[in-house]
């Protein structure tokens, strides 16, 4: 069994389109994230979320907003798409603060 | 705020020999400390990590990693490389109690392993 799970794997997409990048993990695990991998293979956190609060990294652009269905659920939903958002997104998750368990990514294109 | 320095973009080293990887982080108060492996197109495994208990910490795939705290340091070891360790190798820093903010990463290091 996948233990974080995200799809799509790829997405092409053309300028100021939305779209959707869906996260499930079946670990239970109390608190998710997102993580952008840029060009440079650097990771940086975007959000993370629990069923008490959710912290957003300031440098995170409104278009970027997470939703949570249900606690095994992270969705980051992406407006206005552009040039830079171009990237990898990692969904992982945890209990508290210990090991992280990270999704296989998904690969965004902004043509 | 936490900060992770990973010394050396690129670490070249032949097969069979010692893969020693360096990590130096900063953190305001004890922290929780993990060294995750990438191969290409695919997510992050955790090789090992760092919770306060015994400070040599060993991994898996034969890697292993000292937590200094003289030194702010957790260095990645492997006493003989092998073709497969060839992979992108992220430390990683998280304070114990504020997890829910997410892991500060390392920018990484390449690890090529020479025939």
């Known amino acids: 069994d996948t233990a974080v799970s995200q799809t799509p794997k790829y997405l092409v997409t053309q300028m100021g389109n939305d779209k959707s990048i869906k996260c499930e993990q079946n670990?239970?695990?109390?608190?998710m994230y997102w993580y952008k991998q840029d060009s440079k293979k650097f990771l940086k956190i975007m959000f993370s979320?629990?069923?008490?609060?959710?912290?957003i990294n300031e440098t995170v652009p409104n278009r970027f907003s997470p939703k949570s269905p249900d606690k095994a659920h992270l969705n980051l939903h992406i407006n206005s798409l552009e040039l830079g958002d171009s990237a990898v997104y990692f969904c992982?998750?945890?209990?508290?603060?210990?090991?992280?368990?990270f999704g296989p990514g998904t690969r965004l294109t902004v043509l | 705020a936490q900060s992770v320095t990973q010394l050396g973009s690129h670490v070249s080293v032949s097969e069979g020999a010692l893969v020693l990887l360096r990590c130096n982080y900063s953190?305001?108060?004890?922290?929780?400390l993990f060294w995750y492996v990438q191969y290409p197109n695919q997510g992050l495994q955790l090789l090992l990590k760092?919770?306060?208990?015994?400070?040599l910490v060993k991994g898996i795939n034969g890697f292993e990693a000292e937590f200094k705290k003289s030194e702010t340091s957790f260095h990645l070891t492997k006493p003989s490389a092998h073709m497969s360790d060839a992979a992108e190798y992220f430390c990683?820093?998280?304070?114990?109690?504020?997890?829910?903010?997410?892991?500060?990463f390392g920018k990484g290091t390449h690890l090529i392993i020479q025939p």
């Open positions: 992982a998750s945890s209990q508290g603060p210990d090991t992280q368990y």
């Open positions: 670990l239970g695990h109390d608190t």
């Open positions: 979320y629990n069923n008490k609060e959710l912290i």
């Open positions: 953190s305001s108060v004890p922290p929780y």
């Open positions: 760092y919770t306060s208990a015994a400070t």
């Open positions: 990683a820093v998280s304070e114990p109690g504020g997890g829910a903010d997410g892991l500060t």
